[in-house]
């Protein structure tokens, strides 16, 4: 070997390092489960190149992993012949560039005292080749990337540093050879790896191979000049290939757990099989726990696409919609091009159509659990519920299916337990729209002096607390032909007899709302009585077309611009403080101040100056 360079880790990958190799986890088999997931990557990445540069792949070569082992060095060795890897991309890979995921997995041990069980997630955090340190005290790999005629070794005791060099190997692929610790040599024996993969990697869609036993003479010997052969140790078909009926819930589970590197069994598991017109089967997962990067609206999606059996891409955005982010699975059609790319995915139209039906499957399956299994799908909700909200938003064609499946807090419920459809069963007969408040948290909506009128009169009103809520209003006006109303936005409807008496305390007032439009014609647009507060002396509302001010709040938080606009200050012309106004003293303006002040606290928002407030409060007292 020539050219061998020394290369550091990058500091986060030395820390995840030490941790393999310095702490004792339970689960130390998943190694393999990891290197074969790797290989099985990098099997499809050959595959998929090669459908447009056939140079890289024969027509007569078999596509397989392959372990081996050698018990007098005490090594096992895990070979592919997929893409490889070059030089640039071996760095890239499992040299200095550490992952995103690297921190977060480290954060996640450091969170949780249970670290044997969190192990097994490794995969999910995107570290999995790292995990080869909890057995191995040095491991060493060679790799020649598929096109090229120059192979690389990569090596290192997980220490700090690795080394680089060239090596020599007569065909594509990746061979990692593990030096395993003297503690860890049960790896060396075969019913054990074999115990491993049936367990962790029965569903790859590809061989996996291993060395059986030397073929015996009548007397027990090994025969001479013959060699133990390669044994197939998976059924090596595609999972989601295979007939329903043959599949256990163990086999299943076993897929999904490769898919999410979930340790908990799924919610529930779709398979189906479309023929006629268009053909393609789908296997679906909706998890029962949000995964650790849910709210990354970039991360690659959760649908694996296939064409006949041969993988195509992980990044499947056309597949299933974002709010659905969370579903994984597989889809393999039989009627795509095999070098279908990104543009044909955004434009067909079978696409289109399998996409139609797999959220439809998707949403249908949840509305059946919300039906049948409230509890369930309760506890599904308050991990997910916030971005099936976002599908009210994105997935117009699917408003009526997602909307149902909705959840509130409500004056009636401090849980988001309320459906739409609970919410219009107890509606009074008289009641014609369904009301709503939003705030910054489940606690300030509950508190706001807006409920005021609405408790007295015993009406409901649905509590949203969810930043995305904002949007998910002004995508629902209306349900069951039932507008959706704020209580903070516009003008109450009045009786008759509420309207005559508003208008008589409107002229006896009229001095009172004058003076304080002038005191505060910089900060509020109007000043009128108000027939929503029962106990607050004055509240802020919005215009019917204005942006609420949690909005701008949440805008304002997000960096953006919030449309600027001004509040109605409206008053409770029962309160005694408001009863105790003198447009003509000398503190009016004080007064003024402090009560739009206190509308603004109470419906969460920061006072501009907060310093100034207390000062008028403080003179006030003294006065």
Not at 126 to 144: C, N, P, Q
Not at 451 to 476: C, H, M, Q, T, Y
Request: glycine share 4%; proline share 4%.
């Amino acid at each position: 070997m020539s050219n061998t360079q020394t290369h550091v880790f990058q500091t986060e990958i030395s820390q995840l390092l030490d941790l393999m190799i310095n702490s004792l986890y339970s689960q130390k088999e998943i190694f393999l489960r990891e290197l074969i997931s790797n290989s099985s990557d990098a099997i499809d990445k050959r595959r998929f190149e090669a459908l447009t540069d056939a140079s890289l792949l024969s027509d007569d070569e078999e596509l397989a992993v392959t372990i081996s082992t050698d018990k007098d060095a005490k090594t096992i060795t895990i070979s592919d012949n997929g893409i490889g890897m070059s030089h640039d991309e071996i760095i890239e890979n499992i040299g200095t560039i550490a992952r995103s995921g690297t921190k977060k997995f480290m954060q996640a041990l450091k969170n949780d005292e249970q670290q044997g069980d969190d192990v097994s997630l490794i995969g999910q955090f995107g570290v999995g080749f790292y995990s080869v340190f909890m057995v191995a005290e040095k491991v060493s790999l060679v790799t020649r990337r598929a096109g090229s005629d120059t192979a690389h070794q990569w090596e290192s005791d997980g220490k700090g540093e690795f080394t680089l060099s060239e090596a020599t190997r007569d065909d594509a692929g990746t061979s990692i050879t593990l030096h395993l610790r003297e503690e860890e040599h049960e790896y060396l024996e075969d019913f054990r790896l074999k115990h491993i993969i049936n367990k962790y990697s029965e569903h790859i869609s590809l061989p996996i191979k291993m060395l059986g036993a030397t073929p015996l003479d009548d007397e027990g010997n090994p025969k001479e000049g013959e060699e133990a052969e390669l044994e197939t140790i998976n059924q090596g078909t595609a999972l989601w290939a295979r007939p329903k009926s043959e599949i256990s819930d163990e086999e299943y589970q076993s897929f999904y757990q490769s898919l999410s590197y979930d340790i908990e069994p799924p919610l529930s598991t779709l398979h189906h099989k479309v023929e006629g017109n268009m053909e393609y089967t789908s296997l679906l997962y909706i998890p029962k726990k949000a995964p650790f990067d849910l709210w990354n609206r970039d991360n690659k999606k959760g649908i694996k696409l296939y064409v006949r059996r041969i993988f195509i891409t992980d990044d499947a955005d056309n597949l299933m919609p974002n709010y659905l982010r969370f579903i994984k699975g597989v889809i393999d059609s039989a009627d795509l091009p095999l070098n279908v790319s990104r543009e044909i995915l955004q434009s067909d139209r079978d696409i289109k159509k399998i996409k139609g039906r797999a959220v439809k499957r998707v949403l249908d399956e949840l509305k059946r659990i919300a039906k049948d299994e409230p509890e369930t799908y309760q506890e599904f909700w308050k991990e997910f519920g916030q971005v099936i909200k976002e599908g009210v938003i994105e997935d117009m064609p699917n408003k009526d299916n997602i909307t149902p499946l909705l959840r509130f807090a409500s004056t009636e419920s401090d849980e988001q337990t309320v459906s739409l459809d609970d919410y219009v069963s107890r509606m009074p007969e008289d009641q014609d729209a369904i009301y709503y408040i939003t705030g910054e948290s489940h606690k300030a909506a509950k508190g706001s002096p807006h409920l005021e009128l609405f408790a007295k009169k015993g009406i409901e009103v649905l509590l949203l607390s969810d930043p995305v809520d904002e949007w998910l209003v002004n995508s629902l006006p209306e349900f069951n032909e039932k507008p959706l109303k704020s209580v903070t936005k516009g003008d109450l409807e009045l009786s008759d007899d509420e309207k005559k008496e508003q208008e008589e305390r409107k002229e006896a007032l009229s001095g009172i709302t004058a003076k304080l439009k002038e005191v505060l014609s910089e900060t509020v647009k109007e000043v009128r009585l108000t027939n929503r507060l029962t106990e607050s002396p004055a509240c802020l509302v919005a215009d019917e077309s204005d942006p609420g001010a949690n909005l701008e709040r949440i805008m304002k938080a997000m960096g953006q611009d919030a449309p600027s606009s001004q509040p109605i200050l409206e008053i409770n012309p029962d309160h005694a403080l408001i009863k105790q106004l003198d447009e003509n003293s000398d503190n009016f303006s004080d007064w003024a101040q402090v009560l739009f002040d206190q509308a603004a606290l109470s419906e969460g928002a920061q006072l501009k100056d907060p310093a100034n407030y207390v000062k008028l409060v403080n003179r006030l007292l003294v006065a």
